[in-house]
Protein backbone atom coordinates (compact mmCIF):
# COMPACT_ATOMS: atom_id res chain seq x y z
CA UNK A 1 0.00 0.00 0.00
CA UNK A 2 1.45 3.71 -0.89
CA UNK A 3 1.38 5.58 2.10
CA UNK A 4 1.91 9.78 1.82
CA UNK A 5 5.12 10.22 2.65
CA UNK A 6 4.48 12.87 5.21
CA UNK A 7 2.01 10.53 7.11
CA UNK A 8 4.77 7.67 7.70
CA UNK A 9 6.76 10.64 9.35
CA UNK A 10 4.51 11.14 11.42
CA UNK A 11 3.40 7.74 12.35
CA UNK A 12 7.51 6.55 12.99
CA UNK A 13 7.34 10.15 15.41
CA UNK A 14 3.63 8.87 17.17
CA UNK A 15 4.74 4.45 17.27
CA UNK A 16 8.75 5.15 17.79
CA UNK A 17 9.98 1.26 18.01
CA UNK A 18 6.38 -0.07 17.46
CA UNK A 19 6.32 1.63 13.33
CA UNK A 20 7.90 -1.12 11.90
CA UNK A 21 5.37 -3.73 13.15
CA UNK A 22 2.41 -0.90 12.54
CA UNK A 23 3.84 -1.31 9.41
CA UNK A 24 3.83 -4.84 8.74
CA UNK A 25 0.21 -5.08 10.26
CA UNK A 26 -0.89 -3.40 7.10
CA UNK A 27 -0.12 -5.88 4.98
CA UNK A 28 -2.10 -8.65 6.95
CA UNK A 29 -5.70 -8.77 5.76
CA UNK A 30 -7.90 -6.41 7.52
CA UNK A 31 -11.00 -7.89 9.70
CA UNK A 32 -14.73 -8.77 9.01
CA UNK A 33 -17.20 -7.93 11.76
CA UNK A 34 -20.47 -8.47 12.69
CA UNK A 35 -22.78 -7.42 15.47
CA UNK A 36 -25.45 -9.31 16.63
CA UNK A 37 -28.31 -6.78 17.24
CA UNK A 38 -29.34 -7.19 20.82
CA UNK A 39 -32.75 -6.45 20.57
CA UNK A 40 -33.54 -9.11 18.40
CA UNK A 41 -31.40 -11.90 19.50
CA UNK A 42 -29.09 -13.06 21.49
CA UNK A 43 -25.45 -13.99 20.41
CA UNK A 44 -25.85 -17.79 21.17
CA UNK A 45 -28.68 -17.55 19.43
CA UNK A 46 -27.70 -16.24 16.48
CA UNK A 47 -24.50 -18.41 16.78
CA UNK A 48 -26.94 -22.00 16.46
CA UNK A 49 -28.80 -20.58 13.88
CA UNK A 50 -26.60 -19.56 11.11
CA UNK A 51 -24.97 -21.81 8.55
CA UNK A 52 -21.72 -19.80 8.32
CA UNK A 53 -18.61 -19.72 10.88
CA UNK A 54 -18.27 -16.90 13.58
CA UNK A 55 -15.50 -16.57 15.85
CA UNK A 56 -15.94 -13.76 19.06
CA UNK A 57 -14.30 -10.38 19.01
CA UNK A 58 -13.21 -10.77 22.47
CA UNK A 59 -13.51 -7.14 23.66
CA UNK A 60 -16.90 -7.26 22.25
CA UNK A 61 -20.39 -9.31 24.21
CA UNK A 62 -22.23 -9.19 20.81
CA UNK A 63 -19.20 -8.62 18.21
CA UNK A 64 -18.16 -12.00 15.93
CA UNK A 65 -15.43 -11.59 12.93
CA UNK A 66 -16.51 -14.14 9.75
CA UNK A 67 -14.85 -15.11 6.87
CA UNK A 68 -15.38 -13.26 3.73
CA UNK A 69 -16.68 -16.02 1.93
CA UNK A 70 -19.30 -16.91 4.58
CA UNK A 71 -21.17 -13.41 2.61
CA UNK A 72 -23.75 -12.64 5.71
CA UNK A 73 -25.29 -9.76 4.09
CA UNK A 74 -26.55 -12.22 1.24
CA UNK A 75 -28.51 -13.81 4.01
CA UNK A 76 -32.41 -13.63 4.92
CA UNK A 77 -31.53 -13.07 8.67
CA UNK A 78 -29.54 -9.98 7.58
CA UNK A 79 -32.87 -8.56 6.31
CA UNK A 80 -34.59 -9.39 9.15
CA UNK A 81 -32.03 -7.05 11.37
CA UNK A 82 -30.57 -9.71 13.28
CA UNK A 83 -26.95 -8.31 12.55
CA UNK A 84 -25.15 -5.58 11.24
CA UNK A 85 -22.03 -5.83 9.82
CA UNK A 86 -19.35 -3.61 11.32
CA UNK A 87 -15.47 -3.34 11.43
CA UNK A 88 -14.87 -4.78 14.56
CA UNK A 89 -12.74 -1.60 16.58
CA UNK A 90 -15.64 0.35 15.51
CA UNK A 91 -17.99 -2.10 17.73
CA UNK A 92 -15.51 -0.47 20.84
CA UNK A 93 -17.07 3.07 21.17
CA UNK A 94 -21.13 2.30 21.49
CA UNK A 95 -19.34 -0.96 23.99
CA UNK A 96 -18.23 1.85 26.02
CA UNK A 97 -20.29 4.07 26.54
CA UNK A 98 -22.64 2.85 29.69
CA UNK A 99 -25.56 3.18 28.12
CA UNK A 100 -28.90 1.64 30.23
CA UNK A 101 -32.60 1.31 29.42
CA UNK A 102 -34.13 4.38 30.44
CA UNK A 103 -31.39 6.83 29.88
CA UNK A 104 -31.85 9.36 27.21
CA UNK A 105 -29.13 9.17 24.28
CA UNK A 106 -26.74 11.56 21.75
CA UNK A 107 -25.40 10.21 19.00
CA UNK A 108 -24.82 13.21 17.34
CA UNK A 109 -22.64 12.18 14.36
CA UNK A 110 -24.39 9.07 13.61
CA UNK A 111 -24.85 8.43 10.21
CA UNK A 112 -24.62 5.22 8.70
CA UNK A 113 -25.79 4.00 11.92
CA UNK A 114 -23.43 1.37 13.04
CA UNK A 115 -23.10 2.61 16.49
CA UNK A 116 -26.49 4.35 16.65
CA UNK A 117 -28.26 0.87 16.10
CA UNK A 118 -25.64 -0.67 19.23
CA UNK A 119 -26.89 2.18 21.25
CA UNK A 120 -30.43 1.65 20.32
CA UNK A 121 -30.57 -2.28 21.31
CA UNK A 122 -28.71 -1.56 24.67
CA UNK A 123 -31.52 0.61 25.42
CA UNK A 124 -34.21 -2.13 25.35
CA UNK A 125 -36.80 0.07 24.66
CA UNK A 126 -36.59 2.16 27.64
CA UNK A 127 -35.55 5.69 27.17
CA UNK A 128 -34.88 7.70 23.87
CA UNK A 129 -32.09 8.09 21.41
CA UNK A 130 -31.76 10.86 18.99
CA UNK A 131 -29.40 9.94 16.27
CA UNK A 132 -28.08 13.05 14.58
CA UNK A 133 -25.95 13.65 11.34
CA UNK A 134 -25.37 17.18 9.56
CA UNK A 135 -25.59 15.10 6.39
CA UNK A 136 -29.43 14.67 5.28
CA UNK A 137 -28.59 12.39 2.60
CA UNK A 138 -26.58 10.35 5.14
CA UNK A 139 -29.55 10.44 7.55
CA UNK A 140 -31.33 8.88 5.59
CA UNK A 141 -29.38 5.90 5.57
CA UNK A 142 -28.86 5.69 9.45
CA UNK A 143 -32.65 6.18 9.59
CA UNK A 144 -33.37 2.51 6.99
CA UNK A 145 -30.29 1.03 9.29
CA UNK A 146 -32.59 1.85 12.92
CA UNK A 147 -35.68 0.96 11.21
CA UNK A 148 -34.06 -2.24 10.24
CA UNK A 149 -32.88 -3.34 13.61
CA UNK A 150 -36.19 -2.42 15.07
CA UNK A 151 -36.07 0.30 17.50
CA UNK A 152 -39.12 1.90 17.94
CA UNK A 153 -38.04 5.11 20.89
CA UNK A 154 -35.67 7.06 18.70
CA UNK A 155 -35.54 9.89 16.58
CA UNK A 156 -33.31 11.25 13.87
CA UNK A 157 -32.69 14.74 13.00
CA UNK A 158 -30.26 16.22 10.13
CA UNK A 159 -28.75 19.15 12.55
CA UNK A 160 -25.80 21.48 12.57
CA UNK A 161 -24.26 20.90 16.24
CA UNK A 162 -24.59 24.13 17.50
CA UNK A 163 -28.90 24.38 16.76
CA UNK A 164 -29.08 21.22 18.74
CA UNK A 165 -27.11 22.92 21.23
CA UNK A 166 -29.16 25.45 21.68
CA UNK A 167 -32.54 22.88 21.55
CA UNK A 168 -31.51 20.67 24.20
CA UNK A 169 -28.98 22.28 26.80
CA UNK A 170 -27.88 19.91 29.95
CA UNK A 171 -30.73 17.65 28.46
CA UNK A 172 -28.86 13.89 27.68
CA UNK A 173 -27.64 11.29 30.09
CA UNK A 174 -24.80 9.61 27.31
CA UNK A 175 -23.35 10.99 24.47
CA UNK A 176 -21.27 9.42 21.75
CA UNK A 177 -19.50 11.93 18.96
CA UNK A 178 -18.33 9.56 16.90
CA UNK A 179 -16.54 12.60 15.05
CA UNK A 180 -15.29 12.83 11.31
CA UNK A 181 -11.90 12.74 11.13
CA UNK A 182 -9.12 12.03 8.92
CA UNK A 183 -9.38 8.39 8.88
CA UNK A 184 -5.54 7.12 9.20
CA UNK A 185 -6.89 4.35 11.17
CA UNK A 186 -8.76 2.80 8.03
CA UNK A 187 -6.04 3.32 5.18
CA UNK A 188 -5.99 -0.69 4.94
CA UNK A 189 -9.76 -1.01 4.38
CA UNK A 190 -10.41 1.55 1.85
CA UNK A 191 -6.41 2.66 0.03
CA UNK A 192 -8.54 5.59 -1.39
CA UNK A 193 -8.60 7.37 2.22
CA UNK A 194 -4.55 7.33 1.74
CA UNK A 195 -4.81 9.41 -0.86
CA UNK A 196 -7.72 11.58 0.36
CA UNK A 197 -5.15 12.04 3.46
CA UNK A 198 -3.09 14.25 1.83
CA UNK A 199 -5.98 16.81 0.35
CA UNK A 200 -7.48 17.05 3.81
CA UNK A 201 -4.67 16.02 6.91
CA UNK A 202 -5.33 16.06 10.29
CA UNK A 203 -5.57 19.31 11.15
CA UNK A 204 -8.43 20.25 8.79
CA UNK A 205 -10.26 18.35 10.96
CA UNK A 206 -9.73 19.62 14.40
CA UNK A 207 -11.42 22.76 14.69
CA UNK A 208 -14.69 21.17 13.62
CA UNK A 209 -13.97 18.13 16.04
CA UNK A 210 -13.55 20.81 18.64
CA UNK A 211 -16.94 22.37 17.85
CA UNK A 212 -18.88 18.84 17.90
CA UNK A 213 -17.45 18.00 21.55
CA UNK A 214 -18.27 21.73 22.69
CA UNK A 215 -21.38 20.97 21.80
CA UNK A 216 -21.74 18.15 23.46
CA UNK A 217 -20.37 19.15 26.87
CA UNK A 218 -23.56 21.33 26.61
CA UNK A 219 -25.92 19.06 25.72
CA UNK A 220 -24.91 16.70 28.75
CA UNK A 221 -26.61 16.62 31.81
CA UNK A 222 -24.94 17.11 34.92
CA UNK A 223 -23.64 13.35 36.03
CA UNK A 224 -23.75 12.47 32.59
CA UNK A 225 -20.76 10.56 30.34
CA UNK A 226 -20.10 11.12 26.75
CA UNK A 227 -17.53 9.48 24.97
CA UNK A 228 -15.63 11.06 21.54
CA UNK A 229 -14.17 8.51 19.26
CA UNK A 230 -12.26 8.26 15.90
CA UNK A 231 -11.00 6.63 13.40
CA UNK A 232 -7.73 7.97 13.32
CA UNK A 233 -4.06 8.28 14.98
CA UNK A 234 -3.16 11.56 15.12
CA UNK A 235 -2.92 13.53 18.45
CA UNK A 236 -4.29 16.84 17.55
CA UNK A 237 -7.53 14.83 16.17
CA UNK A 238 -7.68 12.62 19.65
CA UNK A 239 -5.68 13.94 22.89
CA UNK A 240 -5.37 17.78 22.07
CA UNK A 241 -8.90 17.68 21.55
CA UNK A 242 -10.13 16.26 24.42
CA UNK A 243 -7.24 17.86 26.79
CA UNK A 244 -8.64 21.37 24.76
CA UNK A 245 -11.59 20.57 26.14
CA UNK A 246 -11.11 19.37 29.71
CA UNK A 247 -8.69 22.66 29.88
CA UNK A 248 -11.84 24.79 28.76
CA UNK A 249 -14.20 22.84 31.08
CA UNK A 250 -13.28 22.38 34.78
CA UNK A 251 -16.84 20.19 35.20
CA UNK A 252 -15.68 17.38 33.02
CA UNK A 253 -13.30 15.14 33.47
CA UNK A 254 -12.08 11.58 31.72
CA UNK A 255 -12.82 8.48 33.23
CA UNK A 256 -11.24 5.24 32.61
CA UNK A 257 -12.69 2.93 29.47
CA UNK A 258 -13.58 -0.22 30.53
CA UNK A 259 -10.58 -2.56 30.00
CA UNK A 260 -8.77 -5.17 27.33
CA UNK A 261 -5.37 -6.41 27.13
CA UNK A 262 -4.81 -5.30 23.77
CA UNK A 263 -5.31 -1.57 24.00
CA UNK A 264 -3.01 1.01 24.74
CA UNK A 265 -3.08 3.98 26.83
CA UNK A 266 -3.78 7.54 25.63
CA UNK A 267 -0.89 9.80 24.67
CA UNK A 268 0.84 12.06 27.29
CA UNK A 269 -1.76 13.73 29.46
CA UNK A 270 -4.81 11.39 28.63
CA UNK A 271 -3.85 7.59 29.52
CA UNK A 272 -7.57 7.45 30.46
CA UNK A 273 -8.24 7.47 26.92
CA UNK A 274 -7.86 4.29 24.63
CA UNK A 275 -5.83 3.37 21.10
CA UNK A 276 -6.52 0.42 19.20
CA UNK A 277 -3.48 0.12 17.21
CA UNK A 278 -3.59 -3.31 14.07
CA UNK A 279 -0.38 -4.35 15.27
CA UNK A 280 -1.88 -4.66 18.85
CA UNK A 281 -4.86 -6.65 18.11
CA UNK A 282 -7.28 -7.78 15.21
CA UNK A 283 -9.11 -4.08 14.42
CA UNK A 284 -8.34 -1.11 12.62
CA UNK A 285 -7.51 1.91 14.19
CA UNK A 286 -8.97 3.81 16.53
CA UNK A 287 -9.55 6.67 19.14
CA UNK A 288 -11.74 6.63 22.66
CA UNK A 289 -11.81 9.07 25.41
CA UNK A 290 -15.00 8.42 27.98
CA UNK A 291 -15.68 11.84 29.96
CA UNK A 292 -18.12 12.87 32.65
CA UNK A 293 -19.57 16.30 33.82
CA UNK A 294 -19.41 16.95 37.27
CA UNK A 295 -23.30 16.42 39.21
CA UNK A 296 -25.00 19.75 39.98
CA UNK A 297 -23.80 21.48 42.72
CA UNK A 298 -26.37 20.83 45.69
CA UNK A 299 -26.68 17.34 44.95
CA UNK A 300 -26.82 14.85 41.73
CA UNK A 301 -29.80 15.07 39.75
CA UNK A 302 -29.72 11.33 39.30
CA UNK A 303 -31.39 8.65 36.92
CA UNK A 304 -32.94 7.40 40.06
CA UNK A 305 -35.30 9.82 40.24
CA UNK A 306 -36.49 10.17 36.73
CA UNK A 307 -36.81 6.50 36.90
CA UNK A 308 -39.10 6.42 39.55
CA UNK A 309 -41.06 9.24 37.72
CA UNK A 310 -39.66 12.61 39.02
CA UNK A 311 -39.60 14.94 35.74
CA UNK A 312 -36.70 17.49 36.25
CA UNK A 313 -38.81 20.21 35.20
CA UNK A 314 -37.35 23.03 34.95
CA UNK A 315 -34.23 21.88 32.74
CA UNK A 316 -36.97 20.28 30.79
CA UNK A 317 -38.77 23.75 29.98
CA UNK A 318 -35.42 25.01 29.45
CA UNK A 319 -35.47 22.21 26.87
CA UNK A 320 -38.79 23.47 25.39
CA UNK A 321 -39.61 19.87 25.46
CA UNK A 322 -43.40 20.98 26.53
CA UNK A 323 -43.68 23.60 24.47
CA UNK A 324 -43.38 21.14 21.98
CA UNK A 325 -45.73 18.72 23.00
CA UNK A 326 -48.21 21.58 23.20
CA UNK A 327 -47.62 22.01 19.33
CA UNK A 328 -47.48 18.45 18.23
CA UNK A 329 -51.07 17.35 18.55
CA UNK A 330 -50.50 14.16 20.05
CA UNK A 331 -53.17 11.99 20.25
CA UNK A 332 -53.95 8.78 22.58
CA UNK A 333 -54.67 5.37 21.22
CA UNK A 334 -58.51 5.91 21.90
CA UNK A 335 -58.10 8.93 19.48
CA UNK A 336 -56.46 7.04 16.48
CA UNK A 337 -58.47 6.25 13.92
CA UNK A 338 -60.59 2.77 14.20
CA UNK A 339 -58.36 1.05 11.45
CA UNK A 340 -55.00 1.83 12.81
CA UNK A 341 -56.47 0.46 16.51
CA UNK A 342 -57.99 -2.44 14.64
CA UNK A 343 -54.45 -3.16 13.15
CA UNK A 344 -52.71 -2.32 16.50
CA UNK A 345 -54.44 -4.75 18.39
CA UNK A 346 -53.14 -7.53 16.77
CA UNK A 347 -49.50 -6.66 17.14
CA UNK A 348 -48.03 -7.81 20.29
CA UNK A 349 -46.60 -4.82 20.82
CA UNK A 350 -47.46 -2.88 24.00
CA UNK A 351 -48.77 0.22 23.07
CA UNK A 352 -49.73 1.46 26.51
CA UNK A 353 -47.29 4.35 26.83
CA UNK A 354 -46.03 7.02 24.90
CA UNK A 355 -48.40 9.03 22.53
CA UNK A 356 -49.56 8.68 19.03
CA UNK A 357 -49.18 11.42 16.25
CA UNK A 358 -50.81 11.76 12.69
CA UNK A 359 -49.21 13.55 10.01
CA UNK A 360 -49.71 14.09 6.32
CA UNK A 361 -51.53 10.74 6.89
CA UNK A 362 -49.15 9.01 8.61
CA UNK A 363 -49.67 7.07 12.14
CA UNK A 364 -46.46 7.37 14.15
CA UNK A 365 -46.54 6.07 18.06
CA UNK A 366 -43.47 8.13 20.27
CA UNK A 367 -43.21 5.66 22.80
CA UNK A 368 -42.60 7.22 26.44
CA UNK A 369 -39.68 8.86 26.83
CA UNK A 370 -39.46 10.37 23.11
CA UNK A 371 -39.28 13.91 23.36
CA UNK A 372 -39.40 16.39 20.36
CA UNK A 373 -37.76 19.71 20.66
CA UNK A 374 -39.30 22.93 18.66
CA UNK A 375 -37.62 24.09 16.04
CA UNK A 376 -35.53 20.87 15.03
CA UNK A 377 -35.64 19.57 11.39
CA UNK A 378 -36.93 15.35 12.09
CA UNK A 379 -36.76 12.70 9.83
CA UNK A 380 -38.20 10.76 11.80
CA UNK A 381 -40.37 10.71 14.79
CA UNK A 382 -41.03 7.34 17.10
CA UNK A 383 -41.66 4.60 14.82
CA UNK A 384 -43.54 4.96 11.58
CA UNK A 385 -46.98 2.58 12.19
CA UNK A 386 -48.01 2.78 8.61
CA UNK A 387 -50.25 5.09 6.46
CA UNK A 388 -54.24 5.98 6.74
CA UNK A 389 -55.90 6.56 3.24
CA UNK A 390 -59.70 6.28 2.55
CA UNK A 391 -59.68 5.28 6.43
CA UNK A 392 -57.87 1.65 5.45
CA UNK A 393 -54.80 1.33 7.20
CA UNK A 394 -51.29 0.38 5.52
CA UNK A 395 -48.51 -1.25 8.17
CA UNK A 396 -44.89 -0.11 7.17
CA UNK A 397 -41.89 -1.89 7.12
CA UNK A 398 -40.54 0.01 9.98
CA UNK A 399 -43.32 -1.37 12.22
CA UNK A 400 -42.98 -5.08 10.63
CA UNK A 401 -38.95 -4.82 12.08
CA UNK A 402 -39.95 -3.15 15.55
CA UNK A 403 -42.61 -6.51 16.41
CA UNK A 404 -41.19 -9.70 18.04
CA UNK A 405 -40.94 -12.77 16.45
CA UNK A 406 -44.34 -13.92 14.63
CA UNK A 407 -45.79 -10.89 16.93
CA UNK A 408 -48.84 -10.45 14.30
CA UNK A 409 -52.01 -12.45 14.64
CA UNK A 410 -51.65 -13.99 11.00
CA UNK A 411 -48.26 -14.93 10.01
CA UNK A 412 -46.52 -16.81 7.52
CA UNK A 413 -43.60 -18.30 9.13
CA UNK A 414 -40.28 -19.15 5.70
CA UNK A 415 -37.27 -21.14 6.39
CA UNK A 416 -34.01 -19.34 5.44
CA UNK A 417 -33.82 -22.10 2.72
CA UNK A 418 -36.85 -21.91 1.42
CA UNK A 419 -36.59 -20.75 -1.90
CA UNK A 420 -39.77 -18.47 -1.23
CA UNK A 421 -37.90 -16.51 1.40
CA UNK A 422 -35.41 -15.20 -1.10
CA UNK A 423 -38.45 -14.45 -3.39
CA UNK A 424 -40.30 -12.34 -0.76
CA UNK A 425 -37.02 -10.20 -0.27
CA UNK A 426 -37.22 -9.65 -3.97
CA UNK A 427 -40.47 -8.58 -3.95
CA UNK A 428 -42.11 -11.43 -5.61
CA UNK A 429 -45.89 -12.66 -5.32
CA UNK A 430 -45.53 -16.00 -2.96
CA UNK A 431 -47.88 -18.88 -2.78
CA UNK A 432 -50.22 -18.79 0.60
CA UNK A 433 -51.05 -22.05 2.10
CA UNK A 434 -53.47 -22.49 4.25
CA UNK A 435 -53.01 -20.35 7.67
CA UNK A 436 -55.52 -17.94 8.05
CA UNK A 437 -55.58 -14.44 9.92
CA UNK A 438 -58.59 -12.28 11.09
CA UNK A 439 -56.97 -9.79 8.58
CA UNK A 440 -56.02 -10.28 5.28
CA UNK A 441 -52.29 -9.16 6.16
CA UNK A 442 -49.72 -11.34 7.31
CA UNK A 443 -46.04 -10.75 8.75
CA UNK A 444 -43.60 -12.69 6.90
CA UNK A 445 -41.05 -14.01 9.34
CA UNK A 446 -38.06 -16.04 8.76
CA UNK A 447 -37.49 -18.49 11.22
CA UNK A 448 -40.00 -16.32 13.15
CA UNK A 449 -37.74 -13.43 12.78
CA UNK A 450 -40.06 -10.55 10.96
CA UNK A 451 -39.34 -9.42 7.62
CA UNK A 452 -41.79 -7.26 6.38
CA UNK A 453 -45.73 -7.47 5.28
CA UNK A 454 -47.64 -9.18 2.68
CA UNK A 455 -51.60 -9.21 1.85
CA UNK A 456 -53.27 -12.59 1.20
CA UNK A 457 -55.36 -12.20 -1.95
CA UNK A 458 -56.83 -16.39 -2.42
CA UNK A 459 -54.57 -18.47 -2.80
CA UNK A 460 -51.48 -15.86 -3.10
CA UNK A 461 -49.46 -13.31 -1.02
CA UNK A 462 -49.61 -10.08 -2.83
CA UNK A 463 -45.99 -8.44 -1.89
CA UNK A 464 -45.68 -5.54 0.21
CA UNK A 465 -41.83 -5.93 1.16
CA UNK A 466 -40.21 -2.04 0.60
CA UNK A 467 -39.13 -1.74 -2.36
CA UNK A 468 -36.60 0.20 -1.39
CA UNK A 469 -35.41 -2.57 0.76
CA UNK A 470 -35.22 -5.58 -2.06
CA UNK A 471 -32.93 -8.28 -2.63
CA UNK A 472 -31.02 -7.23 -5.44
N1 LIG B 1 -21.08 6.93 13.90
C1 LIG B 1 -21.22 6.52 12.53
C2 LIG B 1 -21.37 5.02 12.48
O1 LIG B 1 -20.95 4.34 13.41
O2 LIG B 1 -21.94 4.52 11.51
C3 LIG B 1 -20.05 6.99 11.69
C4 LIG B 1 -19.87 8.48 11.76
S1 LIG B 1 -18.65 9.11 10.67
C5 LIG B 1 -17.21 8.71 11.48
C6 LIG B 1 -18.79 10.81 10.95
C7 LIG B 1 -20.11 11.43 10.56
O3 LIG B 1 -20.09 12.78 10.99
C8 LIG B 1 -20.41 11.47 9.07
O4 LIG B 1 -21.60 10.76 8.80
C9 LIG B 1 -20.61 12.95 8.76
O5 LIG B 1 -21.68 13.21 7.87
C10 LIG B 1 -20.90 13.52 10.13
N2 LIG B 1 -20.54 14.94 10.33
C11 LIG B 1 -19.57 15.66 9.77
N3 LIG B 1 -19.57 16.91 10.26
C12 LIG B 1 -20.55 16.96 11.17
C13 LIG B 1 -21.07 17.97 12.01
N4 LIG B 1 -20.54 19.20 12.01
N5 LIG B 1 -22.13 17.68 12.81
C14 LIG B 1 -22.67 16.42 12.82
N6 LIG B 1 -22.23 15.41 12.05
C15 LIG B 1 -21.18 15.69 11.24
Known amino acids: MKLPEKYCERMKRLLGDEYEAYLKSLEEPAACGLRVNRRKAAPEELLQAVPFSLERIPWTDNGFYYEDAAAPARHPYYYAGLYYLQEPSAMTPASRLPVQPGDRVLDLCAAPGGKATELGGRLGGKG ?92 LRPGGMMLYSTCTFSREENEEVILGLLADHPEMEAVPVAPFSGFAPGFGDLPEAVRIFPHRMHGEGHFLALLRKADAVGGPENMAERKEG ?163
Not at 149 to 167: D, F, H, S, W, Y
Not at 364 to 378: A, N, S
Not at 401 to 408: K, V
Open 128 to 219: FLLANDISASRAKALLKNLEMAGIPNCCVTAERPERLAEACPEYFDKILVDAPCSGEGMFRRDAKMAARWEEAPPETYSEVQRHLAECAVRM
Open 310 to 472: FRVGDRRKAAGTDDARRTEKALSKEQLPEAVRDFLKLTTLDFSGGRFLLEREQAYWLPEGVDRHPGLRYLRSGLLLGSIRKERFEPSQALAMALEREGFDGVLNLSAEDPLTVKYLKGETIPLSGNAGPSPWRLVCVDGWPLGWGKASGAALKNKYSPGWRWM
